[in-house]
């Protein structure tokens, strides 16, 4: 069952109500190359912003400042063909200590396999909450939108404003919840292929490197309401994608945190959706 573009609307405007734009996109101005050796790019003047590895050495930038909940929305295309071991990330760090970090790391495959989106979210240098999904399209082919809407109540993963992803701030109940750290965004291109695909048994394949993923229409807006609300969003929509895509789930590893119980509670309450498949092997 795929999204409708209402739901997708009222999602959206659920997500920016309590934004105001504090960057439009411009690399030069917003972000700053942090490691690399000359593979990373900032390209038309400040539009694009190109990540490169090769067998010795990746690349990576992070915004010139730290935020204290904002939206973070990017456009990427990924590496085509074997992308084996490379990981392409998109992701939030405190960077320091017990830190905080919300993850959005796309493991690549062997050609013709899919991408594996991999989420995951430290709060105060806790994490093991991944979740991945196979994503529907070949995001390789042409630029996506990704995002990470980060605010007091919860945090929001998108793919092309669909949400995949909702973590709630469950604090309340003793569960850990980034909310006290400012944090950078950081970005970067490395070999994982100790682990990232099919754990590890498949390598990097350097015949063809250099390897590129590319970014553009970089926009971070910062969070400035305290009314935030989901009234409007279809968690209906949101089992549908998980149901469909999401290959693992921490709440399935053996070991049940709170925030698991409590989803779980208020999914026995809904009817699921039927009509979905069995989630793809990875």
């Known amino acids: 069952m795929s999204i409708s573009s209402s739901s ?3 999602l959206f ?9 504090t960057s439009k996109g411009d690399f030069n ?3 700053k190359i942090t490691w690399g050796d000359g593979r990373a790019k900032i390209t038309e003047g400040g539009k694009a912003l190109t990540l490169s590895i090769d067998k010795k050495l990746g690349s990576g930038f992070q915004s010139k400042k730290d ?3 904002a939206r973070f929305d990017v456009e990427m295309k990924l590496i085509p063909g074997n992308a084996a071991g490379l990981v392409t990330t998109f992701y939030l760090s405190s960077l320091e200590g017990s830190h905080d ?16 989106l991999h989420t995951n979210i430290y709060a105060q240098g806790e994490g093991h909450r991944e979740r991945g999904f196979h994503l529907w399209f070949d995001p390789s082919a042409k630029f996506h939108q990704y995002s990470i809407v980060w605010n007091p109540e919860r945090i929001i993963f998108m793919v092309d404003n669909k949400a995949v992803r909702v973590h709630e701030n ?9 909310a006290k750290q400012p944090m950078w965004l950081i970005a970067s291109l490395w070999n994982g292929d100790q682990w990232a695909t099919q754990k590890g048994r498949i390598k990097a394949n350097w015949t063809d490197a250099p390897y590129t993923a590319h970014y553009r ?10 009314n935030q609300t989901l009234t409007n969003l279809d968690e209906k929509n949101i089992r549908s994608v998980q149901d469909k895509f999401m290959i693992y789930d921490y709440c399935d590893y053996g070991v049940h945190p709170l925030e ?13 959706n039927s009509n979905s498949g069995p989630a793809p092997k990875n």
């Not at 405007?13 to 734009?21: A, E, L, R």
């Not at 229409?217 to 305290?226: P, R, S």
Request: glycine residues 6%; aromatic residues 10%.
């Open 8 to 10: 997708l609307l009222l």
């Open 13 to 21: 405007s659920v997500s920016i109500c309590c934004f105001v734009v």
């Open 29 to 31: 101005t917003d972000t």
């Open 67 to 69: 935020y204290l909940f």
């Open 101 to 116: 970090e919300v993850d959005m790391e796309f493991l690549g495959n062997v050609t013709g396999e899919p991408y594996t």
């Open 170 to 178: 469950l604090a309340n109940l003793g569960v850990p919840f980034p």
């Open 217 to 226: 229409n970089l926009v971070i807006t910062k969070y400035a309401g305290n």
């Open 260 to 272: 698991c119980e409590k989803q779980n509670s208020q999914a026995n309450e809904k009817p699921k």
